[in-house]
């Protein structure tokens, strides 16, 4: 039998015991919500840094470039003895290239994200979905080789005219890059969709294509929609795809077989070397590089827009 002594000091030390651990758990409590603060700041403090360079070194440029120049000129040669900063030719490349990567990418991924979701068994649809997304873990530089070597002169067999470098091969090769995204959004908002209303349709007698259509696509329409502005965003932002399959002219055209040049390849042919710091070449890698933060920033807060626009509540 414990003496009552024995068994009051062990109550003792199980309460100081308890009070270490409540106070330590305090502190925690306390120290935490500061840390990960200090975390979002550190991001966000990037973001501002990353935009004050860009500001800064684009108003250098337009000291040299007038405006209007910049953005209406269709002539575009920083090399030459009368040096033009007209940035058409890049926008239009980064259009095109992005169009037809969007072309590929939205009917592939939609339709991979509409078997997955509304036809796939489960054990299809766990096996099929990791093989899909391992696509957007090739490096885009390997996907930048495919289109110049395999690509491209599997192309030429077919379009008369096309050159060794094109838009037209890697806009393509950026779609397959581009469908795991859209295919993964999508199917992850169509899941979402609750079984009662697939039930319910099914009752009504609504084959498994009209329920598919006219049900789950408009449930999750903001979502897929989402994907889509997003797959565009980052079809505006690839670099090695375009650097090393479009070539580097610096072409104002709407022909896909010609040689292009889109934003991102431009920054990496300046940053290359042949731009001295402090000259307008060099200044206009940073006024390239602004536009091309705006087009991704607008995509980017159109895609949350969509999103919270027809976003459903279940």
Same mark, same amino acid.
């Given at each position: 039998?414990?003496?009552?002594?024995?068994?009051?000091?062990?109550?003792?030390?199980?309460?100081?015991?308890? $009070?270490?651990?409540?106070?330590?758990?305090?502190?925690?409590?306390?120290?935490?919500?500061?840390?990960l603060?200090v975390?979002?700041i550190?991001?966000?403090?990037?973001?501002?840094?990353?935009?004050?360079t860009?500001?800064?070194?684009?108003?250098?440029?337009?000291?040299?470039?007038?405006?209007?120049?910049?953005?209406?000129?269709?002539k575009?040669?920083?090399?030459?003895?009368?040096?033009?900063?007209?940035?058409? #030719?890049?926008l239009?490349?980064?259009?095109?290239?992005?169009?037809?990567?969007?072309?590929?990418?939205?009917?592939?991924?939609?339709?991979?994200?509409?078997?997955?979701?509304?036809?796939?068994?489960?054990?299809?649809? @766990?096996?099929?979905?990791? =093989?899909?997304?391992?696509?957007?873990?090739?490096?885009?530089?390997? *996907?930048?080789?495919?289109?110049?070597?395999?690509?491209? #002169?599997?192309? @030429?067999?077919?379009?008369?005219?096309?050159? #060794?470098?094109?838009?037209?091969? #890697?806009?393509?090769?950026?779609?397959? =890059?581009?469908?795991?995204?859209?295919?993964?959004?999508?199917?992850?908002?169509?899941?979402?969709?609750?079984?009662?209303?697939?039930? /319910?349709?099914?009752?009504?007698?609504?084959? $498994?294509?009209?329920?598919?259509?006219?049900?789950?696509?408009?449930?999750?329409?903001? /979502?897929?929609?989402a994907?889509?502005?997003?797959?565009?965003?980052?079809?505006?932002?690839?670099?090695?795809?375009?650097?090393?399959?479009?070539?580097?002219? $610096?072409?104002?055209?709407?022909?896909?077989?010609?040689?292009?040049?889109? =934003?991102?390849?431009?920054?990496?042919?300046?940053?290359?070397?042949e731009?001295?710091?402090?000259?307008?070449? *060099?200044?206009?890698?940073?006024?390239?590089?602004?536009?091309?933060?705006?087009?991704?920033?607008?995509?980017?807060?159109?895609?949350?827009?969509?999103?919270? $626009?027809? @976003?459903?509540? *279940?």
């Amino acid at each position: 039998m414990v003496h009552p002594k024995e068994r009051d000091l062990k109550v003792r030390e199980i309460i100081q015991e308890n $009070k270490k651990t409540i106070n330590l758990n305090s502190i925690t409590e306390k120290i935490i919500p500061k840390l990960l603060f200090v975390i979002a700041i550190i991001s966000i403090l990037t973001t501002i840094g990353i935009l004050l360079t860009l500001i800064t070194e684009t108003v250098y440029f337009f000291r040299d470039v007038s405006f209007l120049e910049f953005f209406t000129s269709t002539k575009l040669d920083p090399l030459g003895a009368n040096a033009q900063f007209g940035i058409l #030719p890049l926008l239009t490349g980064t259009v095109i290239s992005s169009t037809i990567a969007m072309l590929v990418a939205i009917p592939i991924g939609l339709m991979s994200a509409i078997y997955l979701s509304e036809y796939a068994s489960d054990k299809v649809r @766990r096996t099929l979905k990791p =093989m899909l997304e391992v696509l957007a873990g090739i490096p885009t530089i390997v *996907y930048g080789f495919f289109a110049f070597t395999f690509v491209t #002169p599997l192309l @030429r067999t077919f379009v008369p005219g096309l050159e #060794p470098t094109n838009i037209l091969s #890697p806009g393509l090769v950026m779609g397959v =890059m581009i469908i795991p995204m859209i295919a993964s959004l999508s199917e992850d908002a169509m899941s979402s969709v609750p079984n009662t209303m697939r039930e /319910g349709a099914l009752a009504l007698g609504a084959t $498994k294509l009209e329920v598919t259509w006219r049900v789950v696509i408009p449930a999750a329409i903001s /979502g897929i929609i989402a994907s889509f502005v997003l797959g565009i965003s980052r079809a505006i932002g690839e670099t090695m795809i375009v650097t090393i399959a479009s070539g580097s002219s $610096k072409n104002f055209t709407f022909d896909v077989t010609q040689s292009m040049q889109t =934003m991102t390849a431009y920054i990496v042919e300046v940053t290359g070397g042949e731009a001295a710091a402090g000259s307008t070449l *060099y200044y206009s890698l940073y006024a390239v590089a602004m536009t091309l933060f705006v087009f991704t920033l607008i995509m980017n807060l159109l895609a949350q827009y969509i999103s919270k $626009k027809f @976003r459903e509540g *279940y």
